[in-house]
């Protein structure tokens, strides 16, 4: 099992550009989440998707947008991307109510 | 909303000194997570403790969730250099199938 598995793992933008971060999960867990991680800022949640075809507004949502495209892959959009959106991102995953988070390795995204 | 504070932020220890991290929820939580995030890479489940005044251990790891379930404490006994890296606490929002909040964390580092 490869777990929870996010690309790109690096990137760069320009101001205003858009791109899509990719993640999928292959241990057939019910619930996806993606945060991002910025210096002394701890994990905070931006979007995540409780079940397949549901998707909820985290604690950070604006300027983003979720896709959970089928039980494996829940995908992450910036249509205009800013500076302020330069940060590490993080998905993870889990099976169900009180169970723990896997998490995937990252993408580290600076927005020019 | 729901917050969870955790202090310290930072803790510079010498390898073999005793190291504490607390954690602080403004409301009773149904259960606490940690996890472990080394430089440079994604957190990872460390424990869930369920139980009002449970203790748990890991080793050298000794994991506190408190009588009141609003508190929790994590404390490395001899640290080693294979300890850096930042420890995160997190529970869930409200009961059911709902995201983790998480701590600021504590970075902690070893000097050999």
């Known amino acids: 099992n490869a777990g929870v598995t996010q690309t790109p793992k690096f990137q760069v933008l320009k101001t205003g550009q858009s791109m899509t971060l990719q993640c999928a999960q292959d241990?057939?867990?019910?619930?996806m989440y993606w945060y991002r991680q910025d210096p002394g800022m701890g994990l905070r949640l931006i979007y995540y998707?409780?079940?397949?075809?549901?998707?909820d507004k985290g604690e950070v949502p604006n300027g983003y947008n979720v896709s959970r495209l089928n039980k494996r892959e829940f995908s992450l959009r910036l249509e205009s991307a800013a500076p302020s959106q330069t940060s590490v991102y993080f998905c993870?995953?889990?099976?169900?109510?009180?169970?723990?988070?896997?998490f995937g390795p990252g993408t580290r995204l600076t927005v020019l | 909303g729901q917050q969870v504070m955790q202090i310290p932020q930072y803790q510079h220890v010498q390898e073999g000194e005793d190291f504490t991290t607390y954690c602080n929820s403004s409301?009773?939580?149904?259960?606490i997570q940690w996890y472990k995030q080394r430089p440079g890479g994604h957190p990872v489940f460390l424990i869930q403790?369920?139980?009002?005044?449970e203790v748990k251990k890991q080793k050298r790891l000794t994991f506190q969730f408190g009588e009141a379930k609003k508190n929790s404490s994590l404390h490395i006994t001899a640290t080693q250099t294979t300890d850096v890296g930042t420890y995160f606490c997190?529970?869930?929002?409200?009961?059911?199938?709902?995201?983790?909040?998480f701590g600021k964390g504590t970075r902690l580092s070893v000097i050999a």
């Open positions: 993870a995953s889990k099976r169900g109510t009180a169970n723990e988070q896997f």
């Open positions: 241990m057939n867990h019910n619930s």
């Open positions: 998707s409780a079940s397949e075809g549901t998707t």
């Open positions: 409301t009773t939580l149904s259960n």
């Open positions: 403790l369920v139980k009002s005044g």
């Open positions: 997190a529970g869930p929002l409200n009961s059911g199938n709902t995201p983790l909040v």
